[in-house]
């Protein structure tokens, strides 16, 4: 199968749609399942028709994968997986979800190579290591959670969820690097025993996410078998500042050469990489992720949207009527040819048999024997789709003179689908509570973390106030005891001296106590504290529904409206603002600031004073 061919076009059950790109492996595609009138839900397809290829190695991986797809599930686990082989090319395919795979967010798609901030790519790089926790069932007997992590199979979201696939290639897809370009494209990627011998390893899997991590922070690939001497001299490609020491660090552990030097425990890797990530000077989160998916890709979430929007209405019969015109044609020449074949065969005399040389005639040759099974390829509880070439209906054994004829694909009739309606989100609609409340929890999490860290920064600071007052306090009673051993002395000016002393020493004691007092800033109701500094956050008591607009409803547009809200001590909403709206503007914006004005909350405090603070509230709007 050609990359460059006609789309949309049938493949097998599926309907390729738009083609996404293309390396050394194949072609990725985004596909629509032709069993209905629309095509939904749409997959993302990865098409092995690349020239490097070894198919010999890649359909017993496939086979031996299958078996685990069920069982492998996990946030950083791409849904829906399947595996199966189509017109004799192998196919992975999983559950699309609208953004783009890793290795287009490297590339920019034509914009040129972006920067990724370090808490993006931190994170990022923490979803592989969950990935790779995840599919522990793979290692036993592929000898890896994945095998052949590259940024190809790593898929990232519009909405900042990171999403691996791929998992138990390796084995197969190992071989191909004997291909140069093959080489050039992933060996970057694959550790430099693993490039050695060509078996993947827990090991290399690590090494695999810690180049993609370190791609991610400077924005260059290394070169194959580089390891750890890429760090030298290595930026940030962000701010082109020198890599900091524990970024550093972190990366020489998964990017040794040897990998007995190197870190083999994915958790223990995961677990160093989260406390640098959360108690670091960083800020990560899924929604950030999202704004700067949002904010860089502006225009391409849009296009993508309104593609979709269009794929899904393509009506399959006419590509299956195409398709099975195709295929008779195929049968129609395969009998002439029979037809042909069996004019020109010479017939055999009494005693004679096929294999045989009768007199004056020539020798015949046997048919081969037809022998092996189909492929069984299951993956993640959908129907594999099997192959109608030969060596597919007959396993890896010899093929036939000519291909049976393919089994066409059954395609129902289109039905009327009613009129688009919005799906709104107010005070009654539980997936706009479910969604919202996620939101909430999210901001009051990074509020409870920055409420954590000062709190553990204070008690620190009255610890060392308390250790000055004690050995103040010690300088006292020392003093006091030298003044009365002085005076039993009956050395009267020694006595008055060191009494001298203690008075001193208390008074000194009682400012340290009054300054130490005085560096706690006292906070009255009423008074506008930062949300960071807040000792509990409001908490929204009375929802009011937020309306959409005709234009959003006919044009379609769906989005998280946010708005900045202060809430005042008495649980008011006296000032409001759009900080995001949707894009493009139809209207939600307005209407969403009208619903947020309307809601109640349980104020803000501050060591117990209730105070007034800004809070961002999103407003998430889906429109079908």
């Known amino acids: 199968m050609s990359s460059s061919g006609p ?30 009138p629309k095509l939904s839900p749409l997959l993302l397809v990865r098409v092995f028709d690349g020239a490097g290829v070894d198919e010999a190695a890649l359909v017993p991986a496939m086979e031996d994968a299958s078996e685990y797809l069920e069982v492998v599930r ?37 914009q040129g190579s972006i920067p990724l901030p370090v808490e993006h790519a931190l994170l990022i790089a923490e979803k592989l290591l969950v990935a790779l926790e995840a599919g ?17 199979f790593v898929s990232i979201s519009n909405d900042g969820d990171v999403r691996v696939y ?39 899997d690590i090494y695999s996410a810690a180049t993609i991590l370190l791609q991610a922070l400077t924005g260059r690939v290394p070169s194959p078998g580089a390891g750890s001497d890429t760090l030298a001299g290595a930026v940030l490609a962000v701010d082109g500042s020198p890599m900091p020491e524990d970024l550093g660090r972190l990366l020489a552990r998964g990017l040794a050469k040897d990998p007995a030097q190197r870190e083999t425990d994915v958790v223990a890797y995961r677990k160093t990489l989260g406390k640098l990530l959360y108690g670091g000077p960083y800020a990560p989160s899924t929604f950030n992720l999202a704004f700067f998916m949002h904010q860089r890709f502006e225009k391409a979430v849009e296009k993508e949207r309104k593609e979709m929007g269009q794929e899904e209405t393509i009506d399959p019969k006419p590509l299956a009527a195409a398709e099975e015109r195709k295929d008779k044609e195929v049968r129609d020449r395969a009998r002439a040819a029979r037809a042909a074949a069996a004019v020109a065969v010479p017939s055999f005399g009494a005693g004679t048999s096929p294999g045989t040389t009768t007199p004056g005639g020539p020798a015949v040759a046997k048919k081969p024997a037809l022998g092996g099974l189909p492929v069984p390829l299951v993956a993640g509880g959908a129907v594999i789709v099997l192959g109608v070439a030969g060596w597919l209906l007959f396993g890896r054994g010899a093929k036939p003179a000519a291909a049976p004829a393919p089994v066409p694909v059954a395609v129902a009739t289109p039905t009327p689908m009613p009129a688009p309606t919005p799906m709104m989100v107010g005070k009654e609609d539980p997936e706009f509570q479910a969604q919202l409340q996620a939101r909430l929890q999210e901001e009051m999490k990074k509020v409870e973390d920055q409420i954590g860290k000062e709190q553990a920064a204070a008690s620190r600071k009255r610890v060392e106030e308390q250790a000055k007052l004690e050995a103040a306090a010690q300088k006292t009673r020392e003093a006091e005891e030298a003044a009365r051993a002085a005076s039993d002395l009956a050395d009267k000016a020694e006595a008055e001296r060191l009494a001298k ?33 807040v000792s509990r956050p409001p908490q929204a008591t009375k929802i009011v529904k937020p309306e959409t607009t005709t234009l959003a409803r006919s044009r379609k547009v769906s989005g998280t409206v946010l708005v900045r809200v202060l809430v005042d001590e008495n649980g008011r909403a006296v000032e409001a603002t759009v900080y995001r709206d949707t894009t493009p503007k139809v209207g939600l914006g307005d209407t969403s600031l009208s619903a947020v004005k309307q809601w109640e909350w349980t104020p803000a405090t501050k060591d117990g004073v209730k105070v007034k603070t800004w809070i961002v509230v999103p407003i998430p709007f889906v429109i079908k």
């Open 166 to 204: 791929g998992a138990g290639l390796g084995a197969g897809l190992l071989p191909s690097l004997k291909k140069p370009a093959v080489l050039a494209a992933f060996g970057p990627y694959i550790a430099p025993e693993v490039l050695a011998s060509g078996k993947p390893s827990g090991a290399g």
């Open 136 to 152: 522990k069932p793979f290692e036993k007997k592929m000898g890896a959670p994945h095998g052949f992590l590259t940024p190809g």
């Open 74 to 110: 996990g946030p950083a686990v791409a849904k829906g997986a399947v595996l199966g082989i189509v017109e004799d090319v192998p196919f992975a395919g999983i559950e699309y979800v609208p953004g783009r795979t890793l290795d287009r967010l490297f590339s920019g798609e034509g």
């Open 501 to 533: 002393e203690a008075v001193d020493a208390r008074a000194r004691q009682e400012e340290a106590r009054k300054a130490a007092e005085a560096a706690v800033p006292k906070v009255k109701t009423g008074d506008l504290v930062e949300i960071g500094q």
């Open 7 to 36: 789309i949309p076009r049938l493949f097998g059950p599926y309907v390729l749609t738009r083609h996404l790109g293309s390396d050394p492996l194949g072609s990725v595609y985004r596909a629509g399942t032709a069993s209905g």
